[in-house]
């Protein structure tokens, strides 16, 4: 009786341990500690603690423009215990930057839901004589040399944002690439550089400390922290670009896990407070069916990769 006790009981352990495994999900993030992803990655988890019960953690894999994760997420367990949250870079630009990849963007991953996406802003230092990019274009075009403009590398959205606008509006910019936003922006306060697209949540802070000044957000819309900031489009150059990560599990989860997911997350990310805090931040929400995500990834490759070919530009 007293084995029969035991074994029971050992076996009740194991059920035990593995429905704990099970619950331990991990949403691997492609950056460092600490930058807007990883902010808003830990903000989500801590939601889904209180809401479902379950453990989620956040790993960072940085490094190689998201390859390091998203190559950790592809070949992980397709039973909803790892995710990756994906950007342009490793769900989109690689595909065209590099010849070989130790994954498919298009193939390895499922989509599951959008999480949050931050406009690019055209922002100038305050030695620029131009307020709004109307005027910065024709300053250019009246000009004897090309303007300086910088961006976090070559191939990042930034980049290509900036170069598919001066080709839209037929001025010529000579690329400075730095590694990271942050040296860009500093370049850009010491007068290196005259202009960067970078994301409005992080250069809000510098923006409305007078540091630099914005002379246009790409997007369909204003945007309330930097309400008289007029957007491209309204000064007659509809060009719209973000920066925006969103969930993927490798191929083979099942639907029913990738549903359940998106429904927990379209469910905290839509809550007024979340969506108030993600504004403050310069973001917003990036919410809908893993099908609508998809479409979305799809539309982003549409519209970037031929600009990473026009460029000619290669990672190899």
């Known amino acids: 009786m007293k084995k029969q006790v035991a074994g029971l009981a050992a076996a009740l352990c194991l059920v035990a341990g593995g429905a704990q495994a099970q619950e331990r999900i991990s949403f691997v993030v492609p950056f460092s500690p600490g930058g807007p992803t990883d902010q808003v990655t830990r903000l989500i988890a801590n939601e889904l603690m209180k809401s479902t019960g379950k453990t989620y953690i956040v790993e960072n894999k940085p490094g190689a423009a998201g390859i390091i994760a998203a190559q950790y997420v592809a070949q992980g367990p397709a039973d909803g215990s790892v995710y990756m949250v994906g950007s342009p870079a490793s769900l989109v630009i690689n595909k065209g930057l590099y010849k070989k990849l130790p994954y498919d963007p298009e193939t390895d991953f499922v989509p599951v839901s959008g999480l949050t996406r ?16 109307s005027a910065f274009v024709q300053d250019v075009k009246g000009g004897n040399e090309p303007a300086k403009m910088g961006s976090p590398g070559s191939g990042t959205i930034p980049h290509l944002a900036g170069s598919y606008f001066s080709n839209q509006v037929g001025i010529e910019l000579l690329h400075v690439p730095y590694k990271g936003i942050a040296p860009a922006i500093a370049g850009l306060m010491a007068g290196d550089i005259d202009i960067v697209f970078d994301t409005l949540s992080t250069s809000m802070a510098n923006i409305q400390a007078g540091k630099i000044k914005a002379l246009g957000v790409a997007s369909s819309k204003r945007y309330d922290v930097i309400a008289d900031v007029p957007t491209l489009a309204e000064q007659g150059h509809p060009v719209e670009a973000s920066s925006w990560f969103g969930l993927v599990a490798p191929a083979a989860t099942p639907d029913n896990i990738v549903q359940a997911m998106n429904a927990d997350i379209n469910k905290i990310i839509d809550a007024p407070d979340f969506k108030q805090r993600l504004l403050e931040m310069g973001s917003e929400p990036l919410t809908g069916s893993p099908a609508e995500f998809a479409r979305f990834i799809q539309q982003e490759r ?15």
């Open 302 to 316: 549409e519209r970037w990769l031929p600009e990473v070919s026009r460029l000619e530009l290669s990672a190899d």
């Open 118 to 133: 931050s406009p690019l802003v055209l922002v100038a230092n305050e030695n620029v004589k131009a307020n709004t990019a």
